[in-house]
């Protein structure tokens, strides 16, 4: 059981726009930064979104991040078959004093 | 270019001992953090341990602390993970990953992974 919460898959068609959520408590997203990656098959997991809202250089603008009290979301638009993947919310936990990572979400492109 | 490669991953029975190594090049090592992340079969990311630049502050998850050790030796470029008294639930493709914010923790660069199988 992952300490933040995600949904285990979403799925939109070529084009749309899709949300994945990412819940967790006071002692990790509520106080500190939250960071989003993307991870396609057989390959290691890629830095999408960093500090909550910030994209590394290369990251297209069609991918967005926020954050609010204890929940985060990452916002994908103009939806490619491309982006078929799992995406992760990753933060620092205060309390546990370590990494977490939520259980992942599996986006389809239908 | 910037890049991590792990090795040292095989096949360990339970109850053995592995020593999981990190080569990194392209960057200068001793000023980043790093973490050890895993990844079960078919599962999700597991944060393993940290380490800071210096070495002389670690963290561990609670499923692997008193077994597992992290260490560095900046002068090699090189990040280490001693894993000791393994458990078939240890198996899992080990990443190498380094911090790209210290109020942050997140992790900008990766390797390609480190296969450990804990099995008789």
């Known amino acids: 059981q992952s300490v933040l919460t995600q949904p285990p898959s979403v799925s939109a068609a070529p084009g749309q726009r899709v949300t994945i959520s990412c819940s967790g408590s006071n002692s990790n997203i509520g106080n500190n930064f939250v960071s989003w990656y993307q991870q396609l098959p057989g390959t290691a997991p890629k830095l999408l979104i960093y500090d909550n809202t910030r994209r590394p250089s290369g990251i297209p603008d069609r991918f967005s991040g926020s954050k609010s009290g204890t929940s985060a979301t990452l916002g994908i638009t103009g939806l490619q078959t491309g982006d078929e993947a799992d995406y992760y919310c990753?933060?620092?936990?205060?309390?546990?004093?370590?990494?977490?990572f939520g259980g992942g979400t599996k986006l389809t492109v239908l | 270019e910037v890049q991590l490669v792990e090795s040292g991953g095989n096949l360990v029975q339970p109850g053995g001992s592995l020593r999981l190594s990190c080569a990194a090049s392209g960057f200068t090592f001793s000023n980043y953090e790093m973490h050890w992340v895993r990844q079960a079969p078919g599962k999700g990311l597991e944060w393993v341990s940290y380490i800071s630049n210096s070495g002389s502050t670690t963290y561990y998850a609670d499923s692997v602390k008193g077994r597992f050790t992290i260490s560095r030796d900046n002068a090699k470029n090189s990040l280490y993970l001693q894993m000791n008294s393994l458990r078939a639930e240890d198996t899992a493709l080990y990443y190498c990953?380094?911090?790209?914010?210290?109020?942050?923790?997140?992790?900008?660069?990766w390797g390609k992974g480190t296969a450990v199988t804990v099995s008789s």
């Open positions: 990953a380094r911090v790209r914010g210290h109020s942050s923790r997140d992790v900008d660069v």
């Open positions: 990753g933060t620092w936990d205060s309390s546990l004093s370590g990494g977490v």
